[in-house]
């Protein structure tokens, strides 16, 4: 019996998931500085795009992301 069974990951999903992954890290990490030297409204866009950029980078490492967005 297989316990993990089910689809393979392409190297393209898989680069796309890091990418996105480093984008959401980078910008949560820009809204906790920004916020440590008293930049609130830079600090809460840092934090709605890293919420953004997660909830898309977990849509695309449980494909769910019908099409792969990668920034490069």
């Known amino acids: 019996m ?5 689809r393979r990951m392409s190297v393209s999903r898989i680069v ?3 990418i996105w992954g480093l984008v959401a890290l980078i910008t949560a990490v820009g809204g906790v500085a ?4 008293g ?7 840092c934090f709605v795009i890293a919420v ?4 898309y980078d977990y849509r ?3 494909f ?9």
């Not at 920004?34 to 030297?37: D, F, R, V």
């Not at 769910?64 to 490069?72: G, K, P, S, T, Y």
């Open 16 to 18: 796309c998931g890091i």
């Open 64 to 72: 769910r992301a019908r099409r792969l967005w990668i920034i490069l």
């Open 34 to 37: 920004e916020l440590t030297i």
């Open 52 to 55: 953004l950029t997660g909830w």
């Open 60 to 62: 695309v490492w449980t």
């Open 2 to 6: 297989l316990l993990f069974a089910g």
């Open 39 to 45: 930049i609130v409204g830079g600090a809460v866009l």
